[in-house]
């Protein structure tokens, strides 16, 4: 039986496999959606064979926005995926 994080995987590696030869970079905000995407493309060896990467953009118009992007750097981290931050 398959879980949902599990089908979730499935059809991403489907999707990753159509599209092949594109490099991978992830917008990654911190949020939920970016923090999902960039857990599942973690997970899928093809993904990281393309580059694997993400990026944060740091506004700076949240005055949390520096722990913002701690919490970035870290999830990346734990997950061995190269990670910059920009601040504009």
């Keep these: ?9 499935q059809h991403t590696a489907q999707a990753l496999d159509e599209h092949s030869g594109v ?5 990654f905000s911190g949020g939920g959606d970016s ?9 899928l060896p093809q ?9 944060h953009v740091d506004h700076g118009l949240n005055p ?5 992007a701690a919490h970035c750097r870290a999830f990346c981290d734990q997950r061995n995926v190269p990670f910059r931050s920009v601040q504009v």
């Design 1 to 9: 039986m398959n879980t949902p994080i599990s089908d979730l995987v």
């Design 23 to 27: 490099r991978l970079c992830v917008a």
């Design 64 to 68: 949390k926005s520096e722990q913002w």
């Design 35 to 43: 923090s999902a995407l960039l857990d599942v493309l973690a997970r």
């Design 47 to 55: 993904s990281r064979q393309r580059g694997l990467r993400a990026v």
